[in-house]
């Protein structure tokens, strides 16, 4: 059986949780403009220096596959990675051991 619990946000809980949420998604696009410039850059010097050894694209995919994580949880596709699922897991686990202690007194 599971425990639907509401979580009721007063307004400053729920102003902070929206200044988090923005930071995080400013903080995302900090990194996919950093991503973008750097990989350009390391093209750009890559076919200059040695086109016949071809190595930029090392940093596009492992640093692309970091920007693409970064994405899904700032922009929650998969929720168990967002901190406002950790936030209810943490009060339903508080609630279960409420009640067990409640039930065993």
């Known amino acids: 059986m599971g425990v639907i619990m509401e979580i009721n946000y007063n307004e400053e809980d729920r102003y902070y949780l929206a200044k988090k949420k923005v930071e995080n998604i400013k903080g995302f696009y900090g990194n996919l403009i950093s991503y973008i410039g750097v990989n350009i850059f390391l093209i750009f010097i890559n076919l200059y220096t040695t086109p016949n050894h071809l190595w930029f694209y090392w940093p596009l995919i492992w640093w692309g596959l970091g920007v693409v994580f970064h ?14 699922w950790e936030e209810r897991k943490i009060k339903e686990i508080m609630e279960k051991e409420k009640e067990n202690r409640n039930k065993w007194q």
């Open 71 to 84: 994405g899904l949880k700032v922009f929650e596709v998969f929720p168990v990675l967002g901190k406002d």
